[in-house]
């Protein structure tokens, strides 16, 4: 699996629209998205966890501007 570092300037702007409970950046927090039901695995750079669709608009335009790939997960069923 390979893991990189989310720059720290789009991490505070995710921070600024999820608050920052709602972005998890620590590698055991992130692990735990790494996997689904199939058998690839990946970590990913950060996990956010928006709560609106005010929130998601502002981080896939956040996305869109930097070029950040975005890897959207349901409920985790």
Known sequence: MQSRSLPSSDAGQLVNIVGNAHVLSHLD???LYAYDAT???????VV???????EVSQ????AHNTGTP???RGAST
């Open 29 to 31: 927090d992130r692990a």
């Open 39 to 45: 058998i690839r695995r990946n970590i990913p750079d």
């Open 48 to 54: 956010v966890r928006a709560g609106s669709t005010t």
């Open 59 to 62: 981080i896939m335009e956040l």
């Open 70 to 72: 975005v890897y959207p």
